[in-house]
DNA sequence: TCAAAAGTGTTCCTGGTACACCCATGC
DNA sequence: GCATGGGTGTACCAGGAACACTTTTGA
């Protein structure tokens, strides 16, 4: 805050842009996507980049961050879904232009709609998390950052139907948590866990889909109301990670 | 970033200040403390807030909050402790006289220096965190984000030890856990989970201290190098959360 | 008939919890 | 002595991991 600050005078600090940036995230496929612009002007220009944009005078980062996944993506809903805030790169000489402060989101989208090229973005789309492009700026950090969260909050919150649609089978909601893991789960544990956690999911009665085209039907959930999740649903255990 | 700006015009938005606060938090005799300052001038003028100041054209926000620390504190060696970024409140209106974007940041300290008043604060403290005073502008909102992620980085990281001096008993690291968590612990307990988690503390040889001047000495320790712990140490269950 | 995915059952074992109990110190 | 905190031992139990097995579909 300025609370410290001993003057009112606007310009007696040299001027700070303050722009959003979005990690937007999707699994298609079975695999975790990114969606990412190409600069069409330096610096940096041909190189991919996180779309982002200035946060205006009126507007919270929070409200820039979703007008520019609307903008991006062109999807008209944006009201409803998860904005993650992830934290804010401030380091003096990250932008060569100018002074330049980023809150950086990660945003999650159940099923990928053809992103449409921004107005001065060469192009849009999405590209898969493995292997990542090299990207503008600092984005490629701010990139990692946003799978470290997100694969953390899958641990203990709800998260994970944010990448599914309204409607998805339990097998869908395990190939969620394996794109962003990039583990394998054991199928009846995994469901054995998520319906034992209450508020997790809910069933919806009589509904039945084939997840990949494939084998049985499976009963179709919709997200339920925990924002927790308690138990957690806890990651296998990798290298000098027991249990 | 400003990656999808047209124009490299410095002026052509309304000027944003950017401003580094202080969430700093030790134990002091058992209880959970806060530092803070009492605002000198309007708005908030004789209100208690979290301390922080500008940050500068030519450093990070942490470097500022780190600056802002050893300022507010007088605390000579900042260099070595923990920062931990919360996340950044961006509202238009959060202060009533120009569009200030703040940076919070979480600094645990083991022991407590007598804070000295700032430049333009009447004067600081450190106050318990039970009952928290109002604070200025969105500063408890800030405050119980800072307790909530520190209560939760408890679980998995050796944050703990950044609240005691170099050289700990468990019973003072126990007390950190009570504190922040409000709750007791059963000693035995802990110190099997401590002990089993590598990394997490390492034994000073030889040393011994009493605890609060009562009962055996315990064994010293020192904070180890493990930055999570394997396994975590998980708070007790509350009401609608099952172990 | 085969492959793929859903779903049930069961066994083993780790790790947490709740204690009882003894040790060393100051008062 | 007694209170206080350190430290060991142990018995019980919930939850996770691994894996065998059955069911239901499409090709």
Redesign the pocket.
Known sequence: MGNTSTGYDKYAYEPFAVTADLAVLTVRSGALHVLLVERGQDPYAGHWALPGGFVEPRESAETAARRELAEETGLDDVTGLHLEQLRTYSEPDRDPRMRVVSVAFAALLPDAPEPRAGSDAARAAWLPYHPAPALAFDHERILADAHDRVGAKLEYTGLATSFCPPEF????L?HVYEAVWGTSL????F???VL?TPGFVEPVPGA?R??????????VYRAGPAATLH????R??REGR??
């Open positions: 089978t339990l097998g869908e395990r054991d199928g009846p544990n469901r054995r866990k034992a039945a084939l997840t990949r085209g494939r084998g049985k039907p499976a009963a138990p957690p649903l806890l296998p255990a027991p249990a």
